[in-house]
C-alpha cells in the first residue's frame, strides 16, 4: 500500500498520525494530573493505536515511534508510583493486558513490566521472559521490530547481569543472555521477513528500507557484547552457536553480511579466536551473494591488529592453529563461491597474507603457502584484467616485501615468481619496481648466484620485453626510471667470495643480454663496473686465492667484458661502449694482462674510427683515449708506440683547430708519465707543445682571417701552462728560454690585437704570471730553476 | 388487570427489608427501563427472611382479605412478554384478613430455599427471581409490591478440565493448530493457548480472539438463536512465517459473561464460544469455533 503511494502522501500520513498521538497525550496528560488510571490506560491505548499505521516507510515510522516513545517515558514515571494509581504493579500487569489491540497491549506491557522488574515484587526473568514471548503476537515486521526494540531498549537496564541489582537467586546472567538471544532471533526473523513484503517491483526501495533498520537488530548483539558476565565459556557454548544458528539460517543475504560484521566488531578478540572454528564454518555456509571477503577480511584484520597488540597472546594464536583454520575457510569460501570475482578472492589473500604476517612472521612456509593458494586460483581464470584484482595481487606481494625488511626472504618463496606470471606486463613492472626499491630502502646485499636467478626471474618485466609488449606505448621517462632502476639493482648484487660473485656475474649478464637495444644502455654499465670491481678485488687478493686459476678466472672476466660491451657497442651506443672498453682496459692493465689491455684499445680505437662522427664525441672520447692511455703502464714498447702514435694521430686530425691543439698538448703526457716508472720522452713532449703551437698559431690566424680580431690567446696561456708543467717535472727540452719566448709571443698577440687595453687583461695569463713570480720568490729548488726565467 | 388499578393512589406503602439486608452483597442490575439498580445477591440454599411493612397513608385504613408474600422464579420469553413461567413459587400467609389502621410490619422467613437456576438476562429471555407482596382486597384490587433478587450459584472445580487442541486448514493455503489450556473456564480466568502456524500461503492482516455467546430459546421449530459478539482480542498483527507460535492469554474478567445454562428449564441455553478469526489482507474472513464452558467459582473472600 504504501509503496504505492507518493512521498507527499507519506508526508500527510505522519503529520496525521503524529496529530493522533499529540491529541491523545493531551488527555492522557490530563487524566495523569488527576492521577485516574482508567481514562489514563485508555488514552495511552489510543495513543499508541497511532503505531498500527501500515502505511508509512521505516524511516517516518522511527518519527512517529521517537513521539510515542517520549510519551511513554511519562506514564512510565506514573505507572511507578503506585500512591497515583492505588494498584499494586502485578495488578497493573494483569490490566494492561485487557487492552483489545494487541499493539497498544503490547507497549503497555512492556512499559509496566519494566516498573514490574524494578519492584522486584517478581524474579526479573520471569517478566523478561514472558515480555519477549508475549511480543511475538506482533508479526508485522516494522511494527514488531520496533516494537522489540523499545522492549530492547526497557529492559536493557534490568538485565540481571553480574553485578546488576536484579541478578542473584534464581535470576543469572544466563537469563539476561537468554533474554537478549531470544529478542534477537525474532528481531532478526522480522528483518528478514521485510522483503516478502510488497510486490517485487520495489524490491530495491525495500533494501534500502530495511538497511535502515539493521541497526535496531544489531543493537541486541551490542547488548550481548556487553553484558556483564558472559565469559569465554558462555560465549563459546551458548551465545554464539546460537546468534550463528541465527545468521546461517536465516539464509538472507543483507542480514548475514550485517550480522556477521556484527559479530566481529562486538565481541572481543580472544573471544574470536577461541571460537574461530565456528565463526569460520559459518562463513562458509552463508548464502552465496553474501560478500564473505569482507567479513573474513574484518576477522582477520581484527585477529592481526590482536596479534600486533601483545606478543603475549601469539601464543594463543598458536594453540588454535588460527592459521591452518583461517587459511582452510578461505579456501573453502573460494571453492563454493564460483561467482565470486577473482578481486574478491585477492583481497582474501591478502587479508590472510597480512595475518599470517602479523602473527606468524616466522613461518616462511605459511607465507609460501598463502601465495601458493593464490596462484591455483589465478591460475583457473583466464588472464587477470581486472584492474582492482590487479591492485590485489600487487598489495599481496608487496606485504611480504615490507615485511621482511630482507628481500632474500621473499625469494625462498617458491610460489612469489608464479604468482607474478599472473600479473599483466604493466603491473608486473610496478611490481619489479615496488622490489628493487624495496631492496634499495633496506639497503640489503643478494649475494648467491640462485638468488639472483630468482630475483630476475622476478623482475624480469624490466629486464626484457614481453611477449605483446607493445613498445611505442611506453613512456620514455618511466622507462628510463625503471632501466635505473635496475641499474641500482645490479650495484646490490654483491659476493665477498669471487667465485660465487662471478657466478652472480654470469647470471646477470644472461638475463640482461635479453633486454634489447633499449635496454643495453642503462644496463651494461653498472654489469660492466661490477665485473671490474671483482677483478680488481681479485687483483687485490693476488695469489691468496686458488693460485693459477686465478688468471684464468680474470681472463675469463675480461672475455665477458668484451663481449658484453661489444653487445653495446652494436645497440648502437658507441661513446658508452668506447668508455666501458676504456675502463676495463684500465683493468686489465692493472692486473698485468698487457694482451687484454691491448685488445680493449683496439677495440675503443676501432670504436673511435667506426662509429663516433660526431666532432664533439670525437673530442671527448680522445681526451678519454689520452687520459686512460697515460695511465696505463702495462704496455710494451712497441705496443704503447702503436697506441700513442695512434693517439696522437687522432688529435691531429680533429676537425676544429682548438680542438686539434687542445688533443695534441694533451697527447704530450703520453710521454712523460710522472712516476719513477714510467716513460719520460722529453723530446717527444716538446715535440707535442711545439706542435700544439703551431696549431695555436694556425687557429690564431684563422680568426683573424674569418673575424679581424685574433681573438682570445687562451690557447697558448694553456700551452704556457704544459710547459711549465713539465719544465717543473724536469724535463730537460724545456728551457727557460722556450717559455720566455712563448710568454713574449702571448704579449705581443695581446698587444696586436687589442693595442688600446692595458697587457694582462687576460686573467689567466696574469696568474700565470703571478704563479712564475710566486715560484721565484719562494726560494728553494724550485726557486733556483724558475729563476732562469726572465718575465 | 391488577395494574390498572395501581394507577389510583394505594392506600397503604408496602416496603420489605432483609433481615441481613446491610451484610448481603448488592450487585448491580438493569431494570426493564435501562437503569441499575442494586440488588440483593442469593444463592441457592440461602434462607431468605426479612420483614414485610405495611404502612397505610395518614387517616386511611387498609381493608384487606389476607396478606401474603411470595417468593417467585420466572422465566420471561420476549416474544411472549409478560407472560412469566414460575418454576420456583413459594408463598406464606402473614396476616388473615381483617382491617390495618396503622403501621404493621410482619416477619417471614423461607428457609434454604432451593434456586437451582441464576438470574439471567438475555436478549429473547430473562429468568428472574422476585419477593412478591400481596395484600388481597376484594373490590378495589390487590395491592402489589416486587422485590427484585439476584441469584447466582457456584460451580465446583470441574474434575475434567482437559485442553482443547485442533488442527484446522485450508487446502495447500492456510495450516494451524492451536491449543487453548482448558475447555472450562471461571468467570474470572484467563484463557492461556498457542496457535501454531503450520503453513501459510495468505497474506494476513491480524488475527482476533472473540468470545461469542449463543442463546436458544424455546424448542423445536420455535427455537430461537441469538449470538452475540461480546469480547474481540486482536491476538496478532501481521503475517506470521510457518513454524511461527502466537501465545494467546485473554483475561476473561472485564468482560460481561455468565456461566454456560444448558437447557434451562427446557426453555433456553446459553452457550459460549472461543473464535479464532484470521483476516487476510483482501478482508476475507477465516475462523473456527470451538465451545468452552463458563462456569462461576466460588471467589475468595477477599475477592
Known sequence: MRTLAGVEDEEKWLAEGIAGIQHNAFFMHRALDANNLREVLKYSALMLSELRTSKLSPQKYYDLYMRAFDQLRQLEIFFKDESRHGLPVVDLYELVQHAGNILPRMYLLCTVGSVYIKSKQAPSKDVLKDLVEMCRGVQHPIRGLFLRSYLAQVSRDKLPEIGSDYEGDANTVIDAVEFV???????????????????????????????????????????????????????????????????????????????????????????????????????????????????????????????????????????????????????????????????????????????????????????????????????????????????????????????????????????????????????????????????????????????????????????????????????????????????????????????????????????????????????????????????????????????????????????????TIEALSSVPCPELALRLYLQCAEAASDCDLEPVAYEFFTQAFILYEEEIADSKAQVTAIHLIVGTLQRINVFGVENRDTLTHKATGYSARLLKKPDQCRAVYACSHLFWVDDPEGIKDGERVLLCLRRALRIANAAQQMVNATRGSSGPVTLFVEILNKYLYFFEKGNPHITPSDIQSLIELINTEMLSDNGNTTIHSDPFFSSTLRYIRFQKQKGGLMGEKYDLIKL | MNYLLGAFKPACNVSITFSDGKNRKQVPMKKENGQTALVPLFHSQDTISGKVCIDPYQGKKVEHNGVKVELLGQIEMYFDRGNFYDFTSLVRELDVPGEIYERKTYPFEFPTVEMPYETYNGVNVRLRYALKVTVTRGYSGSILEYQELVVRNYAPLPDINSSIKLEVGIEGC????????????????????????????????????????????????????????????????????????????????????????????????VKYFLNL?????????????QEITLYRLKEDASA
Request: hydrophobic share 40%; proline share 4%; charged share 25%.
Open chain 1, 181 to 563: 538471544l531470544q529478542n534477537f532471533t525474532e528481531m532478526n526473523k522480522l528483518w528478514v521477513r521485510i522483503q516478502h513484503q510488497g510486490p517485487g517491483t520495489v524490491r530495491e526501495k525495500q533494501e534500502k528500507e530495511r538497511n535502515e533498520l539493521r541497526d535496531l537488530v544489531g543493537k541486541n548483539l551490542h547488548v550481548l557484547g556487553q553484558i556483564e558476565g558472559v565469559d569465554l565459556e558462555m560465549y563459546k557454548e551458548t551465545v554464539l552457536p546460537r546468534v550463528l544458528e541465527q545468521v546461517v539460517n536465516c539464509k538472507d543475504k543483507l542480514a548475514q553480511y550485517y550480522l556477521m560484521e556484527c559479530i566481529i566488531q562486538v565481541f572481543p578478540d580472544e573471544y574470536h579466536l577461541q571460537t574461530l572454528e565456528a565463526l569460520l564454518a559459518a562463513c562458509t555456509q552463508l548464502m552465496p551473494t553474501v560478500d564473505t571477503k569482507i567479513v573474513l577480511t574484518q576477522l582477520m584484520d581484527r585477529l592481526s591488529n590482536y596479534a600486533a597488540s601483545s606478543p603475549d597472546v601469539l601464543h594463543e594464536f598458536l594453540q588454535v592453529e588460527a592459521f591452518a583454520k583461517l587459511s582452510n575457510a578461505i579456501g573453502k569460501v573460494i571453492d563454493t563461491q564460483l561467482e565470486m570475482p577473482i578481486v574478491g578472492a585477492m583481497t582474501l589473500f591478502v587479508s590472510l597474507l597480512t595475518f599470517t604476517l602479523r602473527v606468524h612472521p616466522d613461518r616462511l612456509d605459511y607465507v609460501d603457502q598463502v601465495l601458493g593458494a593464490c596462484v591455483v586460483k589465478l591460475s583457473s581464470v583466464p588472464k587477470l584484467e581486472d584492474a582492482r584484482a590487479m591492485k590485489q595481487v600487487v598489495a599481496l606481494l608487496s606485504a611480504p616485501l615490507e615485511k621482511y625488511s630482507d628481500i632474500v626472504t621473499a625469494l625462498t618463496l617458491s610460489n612469489y615468481p608464479r604468482v607474478m606470471d599472473h600479473l599483466d606486463d604493466g603491473t608486473n613492472k610496478v611490481m619489479a619496481m615496488l622490489i628493487i626499491q624495496s631492496i634499495m630502502k633496506n639497503d640489503s646485499c643478494i649475494s648467491t648466484a640462485d638468488k639472483v636467478e630468482v630475483l630476475f626471474e622476478l623482475i624480469k618485466g624490466l629486464i626484457k620485453d614481453l611477449d605483446g609488449t607493445n613498445v611505442e606505448e611506453l613512456d620514455e621517462e618511466d622507462f628510463q626510471e625503471e632501466q635505473n632502476s635496475v641499474a641500482r639493482l645490479i650495484h646490490m648484487l654483491d659476493n665477498e667470495e669471487p667465485e660465487e660473485m662471478l657466478k652472480i656475474i654470469y647470471v646477470v649478464r644472461k638475463h640482461l643480454m635479453t633486454g634489447g637495444p633499449q635496454r643495453l644502455p642503462f644496463t651494461v654499465p653498472p654489469l660492466v663496473f661490477s665485473a671490474v670491481r671483482l677483478v680488481r678485488q681479485l687483483e687485490a687478493q693476488g695469489g691468496d686465492i686458488a693460485g693459477e686459476d686465478v688468471p684464468a678466472t680474470l681472463r675469463k672476466i675480461f672475455q665477458i667484458l668484451n663481449q
Open chain 2, 174 to 269: 492456510l495450516h494451524i493448530e492451536f491449543e487453548y489450556n482448558k475447555s472450562k473456564y471461571h468467570l474470572k480466568d484467563v484463557i492461556l493457548g498457542k496457535i501454531y502456524f503450520l503453513l501459510v500461503r495468505i497474506k494476513m492482516k491480524n488475527m482476533d480472539l472473540e468470545i461469542r455467546r449463543r442463546e436458544s430459546t424455546g424448542a423445536g421449530a420455535n427455537t430461537h438463536v441469538e449470538t452475540e459478539t461480546l469480547a474481540k482480542f486482536e491476538l496478532m498483527d501481521g503475517t506470521p512465517v510457518r513454524g511461527e507460535s502466537i501465545p494467546v492469554r485473554l483475561f476473561l474478567a472485564p468482560y460481561d459473561l455468565t456461566p454456560t445454562h444448558r437447557n434451562i428449564n427446557n426453555k433456553y441455553s
Open chain 2, 277 to 289: 478469526v484470521l483476516v487476510d489482507e483482501e478482508d476475507r474472513r477465516y475462523f473456527k469455533q
